[in-house]
């Protein structure tokens, strides 16, 4: 896809690091852009655990885990912004007149929120809450045109999200399989194939 032909808004969408990019956070990384403008783009990388655990980090603000479901589920390190700070990406939830039913939530369009606020763990806390979702400290951003000339320079594909690679896929193979919606592999993009 040449830069020309890209859409302009990149929101619910994957960009797939090129195996080129080494980079020690985004080298091999997936994100998925919660939002993107011409003031710049917000996405969380869903392919980076870190050593936390849900359970821990429920403890860490004085809350219970009441979700058994959700007891081996890895937090995220969603990017290098606001690392001390929770972002909640799930299904989304909705109150009264189509509003989502948590105080800080951006809906994202394709079914998807991303929540800020305590009340989503809360909610999860007491065994209600969304029935998936996935949790990251931190989160990636972009300033205005920043993203579009990464893309320019070939640091990144871009594909349509899919939330199942998000919530259903395991994590060593959320890479490949983010890959495999462009129907390629790491490998047909490595600097180095056909070199052998």
């Known amino acids: 896809m040449s830069a020309d032909s890209a859409p302009t808004n990149l929101t619910n969408h994957f960009l797939i690091a090129m195996p ?3 980079d020690e956070l985004f080298g091999r990384s997936v ?10 783009a917000l996405g969380l990388v869903i392919n980076k655990p870190s050593d ?3 359970p821990r980090l429920f403890e860490k603000i004085d809350l ?3 979700r058994e479901d959700l007891s081996d589920q890895p937090v995220f390190q969603g990017g290098p912004v606001q690392t001390e700070r929770g972002f909640v990406l799930h299904d989304a939830v909705e109150g009264g007149e189509g509003e989502s039913v948590y105080a800080s939530t951006l809906s994202i369009p394709g079914g998807l929120e991303m929540t800020t606020s305590k009340d989503v763990l809360e909610a999860i806390s ?7 979702v996935f949790v990251t400290l931190g ?3 972009w300033g205005q045109g920043q993203l579009e000339s990464e ?3 070939n640091s990144w594909l871009t594909v349509e999200a899919d939330p199942d690679l998000i919530f259903d896929t395991p994590v060593a193979e959320r890479y490949e399989r983010a890959m495999a919606l462009l129907g390629l592999q790491p490998w047909m993009l490595s600097p180095d194939a056909g070199h052998g």
């Open 64 to 66: 219970s885990l009441g």
């Open 31 to 40: 994100v998925f852009l919660c939002e993107h403008s011409d003031k710049g």
């Open 139 to 141: 989160y990636a951003s």
């Open 126 to 132: 007491s065994g209600a809450g969304p029935r998936r």
């Open 151 to 153: 893309i320019t320079e």
């Open 20 to 22: 080129a990019l080494s």
């Open 52 to 54: 936390i655990l849900l």
